[in-house]
Nanobody, 125 residues
Framework: QVQLVESGGGLVQAGGSLRLSCAASGSIFSINDVGWYRQAPGKQRELVAF???????NYPDYVKGRFTVSRDNAKNTVHLQMNSLLPEDTAVYYC?????????WGRGGTTRGYWGQGTQVTVSS
């Protein structure tokens, strides 16, 4: 089993910054692609950042230039640095990771996607 835990959310004024973290734990052989998503009340969940296992990143236009995703493979952690925050960035932020689980022999086993529980980000105007 693998668990993802997001942290770093909170209340910030418009123009401020927050750094979210997504820490994975459990029987991990490797963490592959990771995406950060958000969901505001009454809206669909949307992608805000994506990072591949090789470190390539991708962002939608509405966060490009403001959000930066990075990963620390040694710590099984992915970060989302959010700058110049806007009130419309208010949402619950989730990470989703494609993880290859470790077998009892320490080899790669099943690969599946996991979601964290989310962390609230509130940006006041």
């Amino acid at each position: 089993q693998v668990q993802l835990v997001e942290s770093g959310g909170g209340l910030v004024q418009a123009g401020g910054s927050l750094r979210l973290s997504c820490a994975a734990s459990g029987s991990i052989f490797s963490i592959n692609d990771v995406g950060w998503y958000r969901q505001a009340p009454g809206k669909q969940r949307e992608l805000v950042a994506f990072i591949t296992s090789g470190g390539s990143t991708n962002y939608p236009d509405y966060v490009k230039g403001r959000f930066t995703v990075s990963r620390d493979n040694a710590k099984n952690t992915v970060h989302l640095q959010m700058n110049s925050l806007l009130p419309e960035d208010t949402a619950v932020y989730y990470c989703n990771a494609v993880v290859t689980e470790a077998t009892v022999w320490g080899r790669g086993g099943t690969t599946r996607g996991y979601w964290g529980q989310g962390t609230q980000v509130t940006v006041s105007s």
